[in-house]
C-alpha cells in the first residue's frame, strides 16, 4: 500500500519529528497542507493526518485542508499529534484531542486504522511565564514509539 503523511508543525517542531519517524517506518513522503495540491493526497492508499494539538483540537489548517478534499474512497487514514502536556494527559485526552479530525475524516469516507499522541516541548501560553514545559520531547523513546506505531499499521494494511 501507497503511504503519506500529512503534517502541520508550526512552533517547535515536535509533530514533525513524529511524522518523520513514522514516514521512515512507512517509506512514505511527509507533505505539508500548504504546499501541496489536495490532488497528490489522493494518489495515496494510506494517509496520516497530524499536528500539534491547540486547545484540544489538532491545527485549524490541518482541519481546513482536510476539509477541502473530495469524498474518499477505500482510503485509510491514520491521526498523530503531539501536545504540551503530561503524558497522563496526553492518554487521557486522546479520543478528545483528535475527535475534529476523525469526525472530518470520517465525513471524507476515510476508515481510520490508528492514532498515536505523545508529549511535546512547549513554551507559550502560562508555561512561557513558568519558563518550559516538556523539555526534550519529543525524545528517543516517545520516536520509537512512533516508529513500532508505524510499524504495526503498516504490517496491518
Request: aromatic share 8%; net charge positive.
Amino acid at each position: 500500500m501507497k503511504s503519506a503523511l500529512v503534517c502541520i508543525s508550526t512552533h517547535y517542531g515536535n509533530t514533525e519529528k513524529i511524522a518523520k519517524a513514522m514516514a521512515d517506518a512507512l517509506g512514505a513522503p511527509v507533505l505539508r497542507p500548504e504546499k501541496e495540491a489536495t490532488r497528490s493526497v489522493t494518489e495515496y492508499d494510506v494517509i496520516g493526518f497530524g499536528s500539534g494539538i491547540y486547545f484540544m483540537k489538532h491545527h485549524r489548517k490541518l482541519l481546513n485542508f482536510i476539509g477541502k478534499l473530495p469524498v474518499m474512497k477505500n482510503k485509510k487514514a491514520f491521526i498523530f499529534s503531539t501536545a504540551g502536556v503530561s503524558d497522563r494527559l496526553v492518554e487521557k485526552n486522546l479520543s478528545k484531542n483528535h475527535s475534529a479530525l476523525r469526525n472530518k475524516l470520517k465525513d471524507k469516507g476515510f476508515e481510520i486504522i490508528g492514532e498515536f499522541s505523545c508529549c511535546g516541548f512547549m513554551k507559550r501560553g502560562w508555561y512561557h511565564l513558568q519558563g518550559s514545559r516538556n523539555n526534550g520531547r519529543p525524545n528517543e523513546d516517545d520516536l520509537r514509539k512512533a516508529r513500532e506505531f508505524a510499524t504495526n499499521l503498516r504490517a496491518q494494511t
